[in-house]
């Protein structure tokens, strides 16, 4: 078969256009009809509600689109590095990517991850410097970086080979050239289909030989159950053709292919075959797992498992066992929970998950942005659990305790660099370059994941909210010593009941509070900030003592600050060893482990 086919992944650092991009190529390579509500919408490829209100990819999605008689097959991944594994293991259907690139920011920690991994596979590389419309773009200085990050990772003459291209995503526009006046002009995408389709090479696969496919990505139904997603790496799958499984730890089991499946623009269209090089979507593998090989019956051989960096953090997840309980959420059990998480397993490949005594599960992951997504989704599908402290996953080696450490960059104006150099300076971060960057400050550090916990808030509230992070994991080193305590006591309820005015004056006056008025309260949950040290309770529920002369003017008098309404993140951030949160499908509750005086005073 003549392989009028390309298949090509799109990479970059969160936020650098590259879903828009492929919005773009969507619209312009007339894969919906003219009337068609698609062409109306921005984003059509982040179809989860998440990935909408975040505004990221956290899923890598299929598509397809076809142009000059050639068939496009369209990887988007995410950009986030707490996303890596599933931008891992998509690369493996890819021939090429288009590595898309910020015109001010220019490379980031997460655009040297993914090149790297596309580097490692061989694949063809088109550059897009992307946004060259912003006002203060630096096209010339970006591509330069780019440069230095191919030298920098290249390990042979022909992986420094890469296309460039300039590109206002937003508006479906890409050059060969940089144009004179980026904002005015004139143009469409059919300069980046052509660089795709001269660029990028044909599959090589062969339809001759056993069949063999790489299960890469899975999805599911109520239809038709699970599809098995891979690049059919070699023969030709039939509808109806038995074949073997082999897993990855081994074993093997037979199976028949019910349906085949290929992309047609957000859908799939059932084919009577599917063919090498393509990338299908096949049905009837109830069991089959990520890395799992589907291959022919009579010579069954298995496909190099796609190799996952292992997670960084972990976290506990179990029933939710406060006062609260059943008030919210419908799915409330163990087993409940267990079931949610390994059917996580099943598609998200950089998790683990292990069963503790009691009920609970130890969750293991990429980073805090990795596991707030999973615990977000399990709360808008109707748990109640309570989740720990997020803690680093030391390693040993030869007998050497290993902690995992990280890239840092810091993007921030002028005017905040010292307050930056300061606080990195007490997390014990080794600054690796400083330079001036689109009217402010770069920084680039190296630091240990653990002392990166709740950096963000920190360094949000220090510089107005100007700051901006990114982060990438770069190597397991040894173990540092523990920073000393950074946060301050909880302000703790000393009583169950409903809030009052009075109650939260007296609150505030020590320290900062998360709850406001007629808020339901029990005994041992966090309702604020002490502005010390140590845990002190108060008795948020208390009321003004009636008196002989009492004037209700004065009680509607109390004029209360308006209480810190924190976010899952930032709640995770908060936590200390003794702590939890409460999630529930309307409420994120901060308490303490034991929620009685008597039994903290005991487990101390």
């Known amino acids: 078969m003549d392989k009028q086919i390309r298949n090509i992944a799109i990479i970059a650092h969160v936020d650098h256009g590259k879903t828009t991009l492929v919005d773009g190529l969507l619209k312009q390579s007339h894969t919906f009809h003219e009337k068609a509500e698609e062409?109306?919408?921005?984003?059509?490829?982040?179809?989860?509600?998440?990935?909408?209100?975040?505004?990221?990819?956290?899923?890598?999605?299929?598509?397809?689109?076809?142009?000059?008689?050639?068939?496009?097959?369209?990887?988007?991944?995410?950009?986030?590095?707490?996303?890596?594994?599933?931008?891992?293991r998509t690369l493996h259907m890819a021939d090429g990517c288009i590595l898309v690139v910020d015109a001010k920011e220019g490379p980031m920690p997460q655009t040297r991850f993914v090149l790297q991994k596309a580097l490692q596979l061989k694949l063809k590389i088109i550059v897009v410097i992307n946004k060259i419309d912003k006002k203060d773009q630096r096209a010339a200085e970006a591509l330069e970086e780019v440069a230095n990050l191919f030298l920098d990772l290249a390990k042979s003459a022909d992986e420094l080979e890469f296309q460039t291209m300039y590109a206002v995503g937003r508006e479906g526009k890409a050059f060969n050239e940089m144009p004179i006046d980026p904002i005015n002009a004139h143009g469409d995408l059919r300069p980046l289909f052509e660089k795709i389709i001269s660029f990028v090479p044909a599959p090589k696969n062969s339809d001759e030989g056993g069949f063999q496919l790489l299960v890469t990505a899975l999805d599911w139904d109520s239809f038709k159950g699970k599809y098995a997603i891979g690049k059919v790496h070699r023969g030709i799958a039939k509808a109806g053709m038995a074949v073997a499984l082999i897993h990855p730890n081994g074993t093997k089991e037979n199976?028949?292919?019910?349906?085949?499946?290929?992309?047609?623009?957000?859908?799939?269209?059932?084919?009577?075959?599917?063919?090498?090089?393509?990338?299908?979507?096949?049905?009837?593998?109830s069991n089959a797992h990520i890395s799992t090989t589907i291959t022919d019956i009579q010579n069954p051989e298995a496909l190099p498992p796609i190799a996952v960096a292992e997670p960084t953090l972990k976290l506990t997840i179990g029933p939710n066992?406060?006062?609260?309980?059943?008030?919210?959420?419908?799915?409330l059990t163990s087993r409940e929970i267990g079931d949610r998480l390994n059917r996580e397993l099943e598609i998200n490949v950089s998790l683990r998950v292990q069963s503790l005594d009691g009920g609970s599960?130890?969750?293991?992951?990429?980073?805090?942005?990795?596991?707030?997504?999973?615990i977000e989704t399990m709360r808008r599908e109707g748990f109640e659990i309570?989740?720990?402290?997020?803690?680093?996953?030391?390693?040993?080696?030869?007998?050497?305790?290993?902690?995992?450490?990280?890239?840092?960059?810091?993007?921030?104006?002028?005017?905040?660099?010292?307050?930056?150099?300061?606080?990195?300076?007490?997390?014990?971060?080794?600054?690796?370059?400083?330079?001036?960057?689109?009217?402010?400050?770069?920084?680039?550090?190296?630091?240990?994941?653990?002392?990166?916990?709740?950096?963000?808030?920190?360094?949000l509230t220090k510089t107005k909210g100007t700051a901006v992070l990114n982060s990438v994991f770069l190597k397991y080193a040894p173990e540092t010593p523990l920073l000393e305590t950074a946060r301050n006591g909880a302000l703790i309820s000393a009583e169950t009941g409903i809030t009052v005015a009075y109650g939260l004056e007296v609150a505030q006056g020590r320290g900062i509070t998360f709850i406001g008025p007629q808020t339901n309260v029990y005994e041992g949950m966090i309702i604020g900030l002490n502005s010390r040290e140590?845990?002190?309770?108060?008795?948020?529920?208390?009321?003004?003592?009636?008196?002989?002369?009492?004037?209700?003017?004065?009680?509607?008098?109390?004029?209360?600050?308006?209480?810190?309404?924190?976010?899952?993140?930032?709640?995770?951030?908060?936590?200390?060893?003794?702590?939890?949160?409460?999630?529930?499908?309307?409420?994120?509750?901060?308490r303490k482990r034991h929620l009685t005086r008597s039994l903290r005073d005991k487990n101390k």
């Open 534 to 590: 140590e845990d002190l309770e108060i008795n948020a529920c208390k009321e003004k003592k009636l008196s002989n002369v009492r004037s209700s003017f004065n009680d509607l008098a109390t004029q209360l600050t308006p209480p810190v309404i924190m976010t899952l993140e930032q709640s995770l951030d908060f936590l200390e060893d003794d702590e939890l949160l409460e999630v529930t499908p309307l409420h994120l509750r901060l």
């Open 361 to 374: 599960f130890l969750v293991l992951g990429r980073g805090e942005l990795h596991l707030s997504v999973l």
């Open 321 to 331: 066992t406060s006062p609260f309980v059943v008030k919210d959420g419908k799915k």
């Open 255 to 285: 199976g028949r292919i019910e349906k085949i499946f290929v992309s047609k623009g957000l859908g799939r269209v059932e084919v009577p075959e599917g063919f090498a090089g393509d990338i299908v979507s096949l049905t009837g593998f």
């Open 386 to 459: 309570q989740v720990s402290k997020p803690e680093v996953i030391i390693k040993e080696n030869d007998g050497v305790r290993m902690e995992p450490i990280e890239e840092l960059v810091i993007d921030v104006p002028s005017e905040h660099a010292g307050t930056v150099t300061a606080e990195l300076q007490k997390r014990r971060a080794i600054m690796q370059a400083m330079a001036p960057h689109s009217g402010g400050m770069r920084f680039s550090f190296h630091i240990p994941t653990k002392n990166l916990l709740g950096l963000r808030n920190v360094l």
């Open 39 to 88: 062409l109306k919408q921005e984003l059509i490829m982040d179809s989860n509600e998440l990935e909408r209100e975040r505004g990221i990819t956290i899923l890598a999605k299929n598509t397809s689109i076809e142009y000059g008689g050639i068939k496009i097959n369209i990887i988007d991944t995410p950009g986030h590095a707490d996303f890596g594994g599933e931008v891992e």
